[in-house]
C-alpha cells in the first residue's frame, strides 16, 4: 500500500529530454525513461542479454539492488510497489531468468500491485531459431500480466515505457512485462525519454452516493471490509473517520490488516484464513456489505462460501478501482467504479444517522476481534508445542513480539502455517506495516523485509519465516547483508512442510509422503553472512534474543525449534489426524 502522495499528473522530464536530442542507445534512452517516471531503485540479476542497460546505470542517479536469484528481486520489486504505490521495477535476462522471476510477477498479479519486469532477450535476428534461451514471453507471461511486449526498435522505448507505468497503476494495479532484444539495446537512436501520465483515479457518481445513502439507511447489520490497492494513507483516515461516524464495525480483507489499525474500537478483525467464527458469522448474516477495493477471492470468501455465486443473499456494495472487477464473481446490488479515497470522500459527505440500527455493533466486534488476536497463556514446559524440552512457544513468542515492537513495524512474512501466528495474533497499526503475499507464495518474505528495509532504513522491518519458506529465497541473505539491511530475521523451524503435512494428515492420514524437511543450522548460516545470530532453544530464551538482535543494529537471523504438531494456533496435526481416521471408520 502507498505511503506516499498522489504523484502530480506528469512527472517532471530531467534535462536530458532535449527536443534536439543527441543518438543514444537503446540502453541510455531506457534508463533515461526511467529516471524521466521517478524510479528510485531498481532491482536486478545481471545479464549479458541487457548489458546496454547495465552500462547505461553507470552514468544514472538510479541505485542498483543486486539479488542472488530473480525470483528475490522479483519479490523485492513486488513489495516496493506495495510500499509506494508506483511500480516496482526488476530487470532479469532471458529464459530461465525470467521463468525464475515468473513467481514474483504472479503475486503482483494475485496482490494487485504495480509492477514492471524488463526481460533481456535475444537478438532480433535469431527469432524463431528457438536460440539459446529463446522464449516467446509474450506467450509465456500473457496469462499473469496485464501487458506484455517486447520493444522491436528503440524509437519506440519512450512510448512503451510510459504506457507500461499507467497500465501497471491504472484500475486494478498489477505487473507489466517488456522484453528488450540485446542488439535494440545497443542500437543509437535520436528520441526523447518522456514520463508517463498518472492514472485516472476514477470516483462515484452522484446517482451513485444517493443510491449508497439509501441502503446504508435500510440496513440493520450493515459491515464494511477494506482490501485491496490504491489506498492513500488519506484515505485510511477518512475511513477510520467515517467508522467513528457512522459506529461501523471495519473488517480487513486477506493480509490487508494496515488498512485499518487493529487497535481501533471499530476493527472488526481481517476476513482470511484462520477468521475469527465470530467474524466470519457477522458477515454471513450481515444485511449489507461495503466491499472497498478488494475482489474477495478465494481465501477472503472462505472458498467463496461467505457469498452466494453469483447474486450474494446479502446486499452487496462493491467499489472497486478496476471496472472489470466489479459483476466478475459477484453480481452487487451497487457496483461503484471508483477508487477507495474517491469513494470515501463521497461517503464523508453523507450525514451519519442520529441512532442508527445498528449502534453498538462496532464495539461488540471489537470485543470478539480482541479476544480471538490475545495469545493463549503458556501451558507447563514440556507440554507438546509450549517451549518445553527444547521447543518455543508461538503464542508467547507474539505476546513478546507484540510488547516489544514499535506501533510502526514492518511485519513481512511468507506462506505457510507459521503465518497463522502472525496473521491473528500481531496487531497492525496503518498503512505500511504489512508485506505479506495474498498469493501464498513461499519465499516471499525476506526479499520484502529487505525491499523494506532498503527503503525505509530507521523503520524497524521484522521477518518471521518458516522453515521450508525460508529455503525458497535464503540465498537472498546476502543481498541484505551487502545492502546493510539491518532486518531481523525469525525462522520458524518445525522440521515440516506443515501447511502440506496438515492437508495430508487431514486426507491420508498417517501416510506421510514428502513433507519432512531435513534443515541446516539457520543460525550458523546467518553468522556465514556476518548476522548476529541466536539459536532459541526455549521459549524464555526468545525475549532476550530478540532484544539483543534489535540492539545489535544489523541483520539478524533468530532460529526457533517449535514443535511440528503444534500446527497452528487452533490445532494440532495429531487432533487432525485423529479426526481423519474416526471419520474413515
Known amino acids: 500500500m502507498s505511503s506516499d502522495p498522489t504523484p502530480p499528473a506528469i512527472f517532471p522530464v530531467p534535462e536530458i529530454a532535449s527536443r534536439h536530442p543527441t ?45 542472488r536469484q530473480e525470483g528475490g528481486v522479483a519479490f523485492m520489486a513486488e513489495a516496493w510497489g506495495k510500499m509506494t504505490g508506483r511500480p516496482g521495477i526488476c530487470f532479469v ?18 496482490d494487485s500491485t504495480p509492477m514492471i519486469l524488463f526481460v533481456g532477450q535475444i537478438g532480433r535476428d535469431m527469432r524463431g531459431r528457438d536460440a539459446f534461451q529463446e522464449v516467446d514471453f509474450v506467450q509465456m507471461f500473457s496469462g499473469i500480466a496485464k501487458w506484455v511486449a517486447e520493444i522491436d526498435t528503440a524509437e519506440r522505448i519512450p512510448e512503451m ?22 542488439d535494440m539495446l545497443r542500437d543509437r537512436v535520436a528520441t526523447v525519454p518522456v514520463a508517463a501520465a498518472a492514472a485516472p483515479e476514477p470516483g462515484p457518481s452522484a446517482i451513485e452516493v444517493a443510491r449508497f445513502a439509501q441502503l446504508l439507511e435500510g440496513a440493520e447489520r450493515p459491515v464494511v471490509i477494506a482490501g485491496g490497492s490504491r489506498w492513500s494513507p488519506a484515505a485510511v483516515e477518512t475511513l477510520a473517520d467515517i467508522a467513528e461516524a457512522w459506529d461501523l464495525p471495519v473488517a480487513t480483507a486477506f493480509r490487508r490488516q494496515e488498512l485499518f489499525d487493529n487497535t481501533h474500537g471499530h476493527y472488526a478483525g481481517d476476513v482470511g484464513i484462520g477468521i475469527n467464527p465470530a467474524l466470519k458469522a457477522r458477515v454471513a448474516e450481515s444485511d449489507l456489505v461495503v466491499l472497498l477495493g478488494d475482489r474477495m477471492s478465494e481465501m477472503a470468501s472462505q472458498g467463496y462460501t461467505l457469498f452466494d455465486i453469483p447474486v450474494p443473499r446479502q446486499k452487496l456494495v462493491h467499489v472497486h478501482p478496476g471496472a472489470e472487477e466489479i459483476g466478475r464473481v459477484y453480481q452487487p446490488t451497487l457496483g461503484v467504479n471508483a477508487v477507495p479515497g474517491a469513494f470515501l470522500d463521497a461517503w464523508r459527505g453523507l450525514r451519519p444517522p442520529n441512532a442508527p440500527a445498528w449502534a453498538g455493533q462496532a464495539e461488540v466486534a471489537h470485543t470478539d476481534y480482541l479476544a480471538w488476536s490475545t495469545p493463549p497463556a503458556p501451558v507447563a514446559d514440556g507440554a507438546a508445542g509450549q517451549g518445553g524440552d527444547g521447543l518455543v512457544d508461538m503464542g508467547v513468542v507474539m505476546a513478546v513480539l507484540e510488547r516489544r515492537l514499535p ?27 504489512i508485506l505479506a503475499p495474498t498469493s501464498g507464495t513461499m519465499g516471499y518474505g525476506l526479499p520484502a523485509a529487505i525491499a523494506a528495509k532498503i527503503r525505509e532504513p530507521e523503520r524497524t522491518v521484522v521477518c518471521v519465516a518458516g522453515d521450508g519458506d525460508l529455503q525458497m529465497t535464503m540465498q537472498e541473505l546476502g543481498t541484505a547483508a ?3 539491511a539491518a532486518l531481523v530475521l ?45 539459536r532459541v532453544r526455549s521459549t524464555a530464551d526468545f525475549e532476550p534474543a530478540l532484544e539483543a538482535a534489535l540492539a545489535s543494529g544489523r541483520l539478524s537471523l533468530l532460529h526457533l525449534k517449535t514443535d511440528p504438531d503444534a500446527i497452528t494456533p487452533a490445532t494440532t496435526l495429531s487432533a487432525i489426524r485423529a479426526g481423519a481416521l474416526a471419520k474413515q471408520g
Open 93 to 110: 535476462t532471458r529464459g530461465p531468468g525470467a521463468a525464475n522471476a515468473a513467481a514474483g510477477v504472479h503475486v503482483a498479479q494475485q
Open 407 to 433: 506501533e510502526e513495524a514492518v511485519m513481512a512474512n511468507g506462506a505457510g502455517n507459521f503465518a497463522a501466528w502472525v496473521h491473528r495474533f500481531h496487531r497492525y497499526r496503518g498503512p505500511g506495516t
Open 23 to 67: 543518438p543514444r542507445t537503446g540502453g541510455e534512452i531506457l534508463v533515461d525513461c526511467l529516471s524521466a517516471n521517478r524510479v528510485d531503485r531498481v532491482f536486478c540479476i545481471p545479464g549479458e542479454s541487457y548489458l546496454a542497460a547495465l552500462d547505461a546505470f553507470v552514468d544514472a542517479d538510479i541505485p542498483l539492488t543486486v539479488g
Open 161 to 182: 515505457v510510459a504506457r507500461a507505468f499507467v497500465t501497471a497503476t491504472a484500475g486494478r494495479p498489477g505487473p507489466v512485462v517488456l522484453a528488450l532484444p540485446e
Open 490 to 534: 525469525i525462522v520458524v523451524d518445525n522440521g515440516i512442510y506443515g501447511t502440506i503435512r496438515m492437508h495430508q494428515e487431514r486426507e491420508y492420514p498417517g501416510r506421510v509422503s514428502a513433507t519432512d524437511l531435513f534443515n541446516p543450522d539457520f543460525a550458523m548460516l546467518g553468522e556465514a553472512y556476518g548476522a548476529f545470530a541466536a
Open 482 to 484: 551487502e545492502a546493510g
